[in-house]
């Protein structure tokens, strides 16, 4: 019987040195940019790829609920267009609220600058832009690259929004934990 318990005892403290190895490599990671989404001119960063029912834009209702989107938005340093662009963001979006404005996406932000260039993490989270325009907190699922195992937070902020057009410019303050 001694024999066994031993081996139980090796494994058991094996696993917490495994355990521990993994908690001590564990980084933290918080960035700061600009999205900018823009729907209307000549070269929009998000089209519509399909619209939910006889449900079209209008003024003050610019992405009708059901309305689905591809994106490749860009990122900046500041709110201005003119700022350094340090990434892209490619996915999806869904506006799934019928009562007002709320955005369901999916999208990949890759870095394109610094330290964390050709990394990314990955956001598939629920964005309710009208009930919370000062700030709203989208759950970060995955990344790769540096952000390989990537969890965290992003919170946003509405900079710009023209509610004609549905052109946004929504600041993002990130806080990754990753290996």
Same mark, same amino acid.
Not at 90 to 106: C, D, K, W
């Given at each position: ?79 201005? /267009? *003119?700022?350094?662009? @340090? +990434? ?6 869904? =506006?799934? #609220?019928? $009562?007002? !404005? ?33 700030? /709203? *907190?989208?759950?970060? @699922? +995955? ?6 195992? =990537?969890? #965290?937070? $992003?919170? !946003? ?23």
């Amino acid at each position: 019987m001694r024999a066994p318990s031993l081996l139980l005892l090796a494994i058991l403290l094996g696993a917490a040195v495994s355990l521990q190895s993994t908690a001590d490599t564990t980084k933290t990671t918080h960035l700061h940019f600009f999205l900018h989404d823009t729907l209307s001119g000549k070269d929009p960063s998000a089209v519509l790829v399909a619209r939910g029912g006889s449900r079209t834009p209008k003024p003050d209702d610019p992405v009708p609920f059901g309305s689905l989107y591809a994106t490749d938005d860009v990122l900046t340093e500041g709110p201005q /267009r *003119e700022s350094k662009v @340090v +990434g892209n963001a490619q996915g999806l979006y869904i =506006a799934s #609220g019928r $009562a007002q !404005l709320s955005l369901v996406l999916g999208m990949d932000f890759e870095l394109t600058e610094g330290p964390f260039n050709g990394s990314a993490f990955v956001v598939y989270s629920r964005n309710t832009v009208v009930k919370h325009p000062v700030g /709203r *907190e989208l759950a970060i @699922v +995955g990344g790769r690259g540096k952000f390989r195992m =990537a969890r #965290g937070y $992003a919170l !946003l902020r509405t900079h710009y929004l023209d509610t004609n057009n549905g052109d946004a410019i929504v600041e993002y303050n990130v806080t990754l934990y990753h290996h």
